[in-house]
């Protein structure tokens, strides 16, 4: 069975750092197309980015809102994905998905974690 | 301003047959396959159709299809525990990005 599960999240002030993981069962990071999604409170899901498998050449993609500040990794010795945030700002908060995508014809998000929650606040 | 547009809600009897739209354009539905993702009560989301497909476990009265730039969700014989947001969402050529509907939210009366 393929499992998610996020963790890293917490309070953080704003123009601060924070680093959240999403360890993975099931399935190897290397090999696998992963995206985090976030839910800002009471809002609906945003992407927030997109990092492809190692055979597909490992490109990652980010939305306008975060890029040049959220940066998207992987550790394969700890089959984990990692969202890096910095400079953060009140309209980070949210609680934040990761999720794998799979291939038909299309990619879609089949499997996601739980979440995690980050809050950004003085 | 979400990219795809989606009813704000819906509402049907428990039985009834109701189907929920995902309008976009041809840089996004008219090129790709959509996933319909249900959340209840903003938990955990979970992926119920990809295209016109379901993921194991999802029960047969889900079904997906998409015309044009327009795709939409169908539940026949609809169920208390069907009651939750759901969002549509595919990849953006234009864009290069995964872009979501605003989520309607379904009541079962």
């Known amino acids: 069975e393929v499992q998610l599960v996020e963790s890293g999240g917490g309070l953080v002030k704003p123009g601060g750092p924070l680093r959240l993981s999403c360890a993975a069962s099931?399935?190897?990071?290397?090999?696998?197309?992963m995206s985090w999604v976030r839910q800002a409170p009471g809002k609906g899901l945003e992407w927030v980015g997109r990092?492809?498998?190692?055979?597909?050449?490992?490109?990652?993609d980010y939305a306008a809102p975060v890029k040049g500040r959220f940066t998207i990794s992987r550790d394969d010795s700890k089959n984990t994905l990692f969202l890096e945030m910095n400079s953060l700002k009140t309209e980070d908060t949210a609680v934040y998905f990761c999720?794998?995508?799979?291939?038909?014809?299309?990619?879609?998000?089949?499997?996601w974690g739980k979440g995690t929650t980050v809050t950004v606040s003085s | 301003q979400s990219a795809l547009t989606q009813e704000a809600s819906v509402s049907g009897t428990v039985g009834q047959k109701v189907t929920l739209s995902c309008s976009g354009n041809?840089?996004?539905?008219?090129?790709?396959?959509v996933t319909w993702i249900q959340q209840i009560s903003h938990g955990t989301p979970k992926t119920v159709m990809f295209?016109?497909s379901l993921p194991s476990g999802i029960p047969d009265r889900f079904s997906g299809s998409k015309s044009g730039t327009t795709a939409s969700l169908t539940i026949s014989g609809l169920q208390p525990e069907d009651e939750a947001d759901y969002y549509c969402?595919?990849?953006?050529?234009?864009?290069?990005?995964?872009?979501f509907g605003g989520g309607t939210k379904l009541t079962v009366l």
């Open positions: 999720t794998r995508l799979s291939r038909l014809d299309f990619y879609y998000m089949d499997v």
């Open positions: 099931g399935l190897t990071v290397t090999n696998a197309r």
């Open positions: 990092i492809k498998s190692k055979s597909d050449g490992g490109t990652i």
């Open positions: 041809n840089n996004n539905i008219g090129r790709y396959g």
């Open positions: 295209g016109n």
């Open positions: 969402s595919t990849w953006d050529f234009s864009l290069s990005a995964w872009v």
